[in-house]
């Protein structure tokens, strides 16, 4: 059982070694690396993405972290934002989640792998991945912020914050 869980922690980020190969077509490798050199242009890490539906660009994105002073700025996250302002949101969410697709120049992070978990994007491509010792690195703060994470008082007053949002799913 201990090996088990060895195995998954040092591989539960590389399964995709194992799949086959992707292909995108030269429009997309073009603009996905257009993406990439206006970040290199503002000094920020050179990634890019795209959203892909139905085998057409509907979000555009390249790192903003350095240039906007915004932690959040990531090329993947970017891209959706600009899917989403594009679209709306709502529009967005009803997608064929079997037709969308991030494709970016590098491996998304931990962070924007959130993002893509929360707006259901499933289908990912990347042209280069992370080191194993970098996702074992993030795992190890995972592990930590789980351990440190602490529950505080409050939880009557955020819900009362969440039915004041008609749309909220807990008042429909």
Same mark, same amino acid.
């Given at each position: 059982?201990?090996? *088990? *869980?060895?195995?998954?922690?040092?591989?539960?980020?590389?399964?995709?070694?194992?799949? %086959?190969? !992707?292909?995108?077509?030269?429009? !997309?490798?073009?603009?996905?690396?257009?993406?990439?050199?206006?970040?290199?242009?503002?000094? $920020?890490?050179?990634?890019?993405?795209? #959203? =892909?539906?139905?085998?057409? +660009? #509907?979000?555009?994105?390249?790192? @903003?972290?350095?240039?906007?002073? &915004?932690?959040?700025?990531?090329?993947?996250?970017?891209? +959706?934002?600009?899917?989403?302002?594009?679209?709306?949101?709502?529009?967005?969410?009803?997608? $064929?989640?079997?037709?969308?697709?991030?494709?970016? @120049?590098?491996? %998304?992070?931990?962070?924007?792998?959130?993002?893509?978990?929360?707006?259901?994007?499933?289908?990912?491509?990347?042209?280069?991945?992370?080191?194993? *010792?970098?996702?074992?690195?993030?795992? =190890?703060?995972?592990?930590?912020?789980?351990?440190?994470?602490?529950?505080? $008082?409050? !939880?009557?007053?955020? $819900?009362?914050?969440?039915?004041? =949002? %008609? !749309?909220? %799913?807990? &008042?429909?």
């Amino acid at each position: 059982m201990a090996i *088990l *869980l060895i195995l998954l922690v040092i591989f539960n980020n590389r399964i995709f070694q194992i799949l %086959p190969s !992707e292909k995108i077509n030269n429009s !997309e490798e073009s603009s996905i690396l257009q993406q990439a050199s206006k970040a290199l242009e503002h000094m $920020d890490v050179p990634v890019g993405s795209l #959203i =892909l539906f139905n085998g057409s +660009i #509907i979000g555009q994105g390249y790192n @903003t972290v350095k240039s906007k002073h &915004n932690i959040a700025g990531h090329a993947a996250i970017n891209a +959706i934002n600009d899917a989403v302002k594009k679209i709306g949101l709502s529009q967005f969410n009803d997608l $064929d989640r079997d037709k969308l697709i991030l494709v970016t @120049t590098l491996e %998304p992070c931990e962070m924007c792998k959130g993002a893509l978990i929360h707006y259901n994007i499933r289908h990912v491509y990347f042209m280069k991945d992370k080191s194993p *010792l970098h996702w074992n690195k993030k795992q =190890l703060k995972s592990l930590r912020y789980e351990w440190n994470k602490r529950k505080i $008082d409050g !939880e009557q007053q955020q $819900d009362s914050l969440f039915h004041l =949002l %008609p !749309e909220y %799913p807990g &008042n429909i």
